[in-house]
Structure formats: structure tokens, C-alpha cells
């Protein structure tokens, strides 16, 4: 499916985007271009693939700024849409920044496809935009909500836009299991869990239980 294909993987750089990457590369796709904000680890990935240096491009930039992803979806064929702000506290303390990436750069992610004709986009979402209790999860409700009523609305545009459910992935960033070994080898215990009296513990998000400001 993706043999000879461009693809471009907006928040490409995340633990979702690297197994991902490696995943297509199997598929020989004529180029996959990594799009995120964070040079670092798009060093650390071109690193970490550079067997396949010829067929990734790593491109710096922000689903916010839609005259950049107009640019990295030039002649794609494929979209992935992988980016977030996805820890719950910091969505919680800075809602329209969530508002901004989440909602706000999906909408971008939308208009650029649907205007460089690419042929499909994944959102990929989240099981806790499944009734809402927190700002996270809202705003990927709606980011779903903007692909669902795209996908209506484009008119003759071949574009296919589409939305993916994830549950919590073990061991990517800012999961508690790394946290836990790390514990673990330290010899100190798992002490980082909120109180009922913490105004960010939400008894239908078990996540909001754990703190992981420290």
C-alpha cells in the first residue's frame, strides 16, 4: 500500500510516530518526511534511522502554523497526524494552549490536506475523548469532530479524512511504567498518586490519579 508512496507523519518525533516510522519503512515508501517542533529528537531519530537516511526528511515546524504544513504536504500522498499536547495536568493549567495544538492545528492539518489534494489523513485520538472529563480529552473530541465533519463537507475534494483511537500506550513519554523501573532500581516506592482533596483528581479518568509534576 505504501510502496513508492510519500508520507508525512505530523508529530513523527513521539514514541507512536518512531514505531510507526519503522513500521512504513518496511513498505519502501519513497519518502517519509518526520514533521514535529522538537530538533532534538528529530537528531535522536535521524540517529536512530540512518540506514534509511535517503528516504526520511525531517522537517521543523507547528501544526499552528498552516503556511508550514501547506509546505510539508506538498506532493504527499499519505498523512499521519500524530501531534498533541497530551498530559492531562498541563492541558488542565494551560487549556487554550490544548485549544491551539489540539483543535486548532487538526483544523490546519484539515485545510492543508484537503488544498495539496493529499489522498487520506489519520488522526490519530484518544479513548478519554470518549465523554469528556477533562480538557485533554475534550479537545480531542473535537479535533474528531472537525475530521468527521470534514470528511462530509469537502465536496469533490479526493481527499479522505479519518480518526483513529488510542488507548494509553505502555512506555511512551510520560508514561508511568518508565517512571516505575526507574523506582524500582532507585529503591524508592511509587508515592506519586493525588489525594481525592486534589482538584485535578477525577474519579472517571484514572489517569488524573497519578502526579507527574515532580
Known sequence: MYANKKILIIGGTGTIGCHLTSRLLEENPAVIRIFSRDEYKQYNMSIQFREHSKQLRFLIGDVRDQQRLL???EDIDYVFHLAAMKHVPFCEYNPFE???TNVIGT???IQAAIQTGVKKVLFTSTDKAISPT???GATKLMAERLISAA???KGP???ILSSVRFGNVMGSRGSVIPLFIRQVLEDKKNNHYRSRND???D???PSSRFDSSF
Open 71 to 73: 509546505r510539508a504536504m
Open 98 to 100: 490544548a485549544v491551539q
Open 107 to 109: 483544523q490546519n492539518v
Open 134 to 136: 477533562n480538557t485533554y
Open 151 to 153: 470528511e462530509y463537507q
Open 157 to 159: 475534494k479526493p481527499t
Open 199 to 201: 482538584p485535578l483528581y
Open 203 to 205: 474519579d472517571a479518568d
